[in-house]
């Protein structure tokens, strides 16, 4: 399967490659950075089995080939419906296709949506959730690194979430890379992050609506509010959320040995023991979520880690990408 990735000289995109590399069934044949137009791949330090050429992004886009959008929200809006149309298989990893209301879109990115139609047909990529449907979408939106983190454990509590009692509070802590701020903001430079550590965007990140859209899938009745907050931490790649989470009786052990049964099948789910034991060092470049719980009486601690670059981006679109051409979904992310 041929595979072009607009937006190539980004973080995330520059992150795909390195895992296409390993992966015997899909083929690059297209990148695009205008930054590093008409240089060659490996001039800028990322290595591919075949030399690739930069592309600028206006340049055509070859027919039939798998599309992943590694780009901001406002150019994924524009590019989105005209990619569908010339019937591309298509991946976003932006936020441009995530949220179905219209105007908490508008509220949390600033932006007016162009394409709202095709919200109809998007189908959100987290496969641990929403595999069977993925298996047969055109068109996958790519979820938040930070809704990921979030996402995933809670939907891992099954029928417990039917249990929750008020709002569910979630500390989350980014290396730089996630951050979305980067280059444009100077808040975020080496010099302002190293050796600092502080909360951004406190009930008011663009995540927040995403995650109360997708945590709560399958759980008929509650849909309790999430208070998120996001923080920045002095490193690169990683996210490390903590959870508190009250609920409308005391918790018992064997509510949580039915929920490792239920998920041990999953291979990019690991729950742990301790709480103490979620660490960023043993999920950075993997595509793993790694999970625990403790909990005291009605009170449940929950803590998750991933990498931001890959289960929150990269890794993710990869999944997806398997899945949406009838791959094995774990290939060129662990040994099958
Ligand atoms: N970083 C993360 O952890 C993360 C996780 C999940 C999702 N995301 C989302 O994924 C997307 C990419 O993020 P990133 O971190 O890789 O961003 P990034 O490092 O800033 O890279 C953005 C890429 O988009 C390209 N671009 C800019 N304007 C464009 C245009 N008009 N047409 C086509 N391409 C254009 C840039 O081109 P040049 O190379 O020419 O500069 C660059 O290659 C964003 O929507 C982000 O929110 C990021």
New binding site residues.
């Given amino acids: 399967m041929n595979v072009s990735i ?10 795909l490659i390195s895992l296409l590399v390993h992966h015997p069934d899909f083929e690059i044949v297209h990148t ?6 008409g240089s060659n791949l490996s001039d800028t330090g990322v290595r591919y089995r075949k030399d690739l050429v ?1 592309h600028k ?2 340049d055509p886009i070859p027919k039939d080939s798998l599309v992943v ?8 809006l ?2 989105t419906p005209k990619l569908l149309e010339k019937g591309h298989k298509l991946i ?5 296709y995530r949220l179905h209301d219209k105007e908490i879109f508008g509220k949390f990115y600033g932006l007016t949506h162009s394409s709202f139609d095709l919200m109809k047909q998007v189908v959100f990529g987290i496969p641990e959730i929403f595999r069977d449907r993925i298996k047969n979408a055109n068109f996958v939106s ?4 930070y809704a ?1 983190s979030v996402i995933t454990p809670l939907f891992t509590l099954s029928e417990l979430r039917q249990n929750i009692s008020g709002n569910v509070i979630v500390n989350s802590a ?1 290396g730089v ?4 701020g ?3 903001d100077i808040g975020f430079t080496f010099t302002n992050t190293y050796e600092n550590f502080r909360a951004y965007k406190v009930l008011s990140h663009q995540h927040q609506p995403e995650m109360e859209e997708y945590a709560f899938t399958g759980a008929s009745t509650n849909r309790s509010k999430i208070i998120f907050i996001p923080h920045l931490l002095p490193a690169y ?1 990683g996210i490390l959320s903590t959870f508190v989470i009250h609920f409308d009786r005391p918790l018992e052990k064997q509510d949580f040995d039915g929920i490792r049964q239920k998920f041990r099948n999953e291979p990019f789910i690991r729950f742990y023991d301790n709480p103490e034991e979620i660490e960023l060092k043993k999920v950075q470049n993997t595509n793993f979520v790694d999970i625990s719980f403790r909990f005291s009486s009605d009170v449940l601690v929950m803590i998750s880690a991933l990498d ?2 890959v289960k ?3 890794g993710q679109a990869l999944q997806n990408m398997n899945l949406m051409c009838g791959f094995d979904e774990r290939k060129g992310l662990i040994p099958v």
């Fill in positions: 607009i937006g190539a000289g980004g973080l995330t995109g520059k992150e695009t950075s205008n930054k590093s137009a930069f992004h206006e959008l590694a780009v901001p929200n406002e150019v994924s524009e590019l976003d990893l932006s936020g441009a790519n979820p938040g690194c990921t980014s890379s996630g951050a979305g980067r280059t444009e790649r931001n670059l929150g981006a990269a």
